[in-house]
């Protein structure tokens, strides 16, 4: 377990998810959503969004818009922490969270 993950307080989910993040100033750039938990997300995003220390990220399958504070960047990378975190998501947010969850719990008893 790396550093970066023993220091999260929220456990993130690998996921692959298009995603779109914009400035203040609504300049946007598609991004790929890559890691997601209820407190925040990494995306991979050709636009580093230098100089700004919040964003926000639209995920596009969930309909879902999320004010966030810039926490690293690294190498096409962001990390995001969700200003409000995610308390009652929509439904299939829900399932997405559960599928994930069953699939890790799968590797786990495999490995």
């Known amino acids: 377990m790396s550093a970066d993950q023993t220091a999260r307080k929220r456990p993130r989910r690998r ?11 609504g300049r946007g ?36 818009i999320r004010r966030a504070s810039v ?3 690294k190498q096409g990378q962001l990390g995001l922490q969700f200003i409000r975190e995610i308390t009652n998501p929509p439904r299939a947010m829900q399932d997405f969270f559960k599928l994930l969850a069953e699939i890790e719990r799968q590797n786990e008893a495999s490995s």
């Open 15 to 25: 996921a692959i998810l298009g995603g779109r993040v914009f400035d203040d100033d």
């Open 29 to 64: 750039s598609d991004c790929m959503v890559v890691d997601l938990s209820v407190a925040g997300a990494r995306v991979r995003c050709e636009d580093p969004f230098e100089g700004q220390s919040f964003l926000t990220l639209k995920i596009n399958k969930f309909n879902d």
């Open 71 to 73: 926490i690293w960047r």
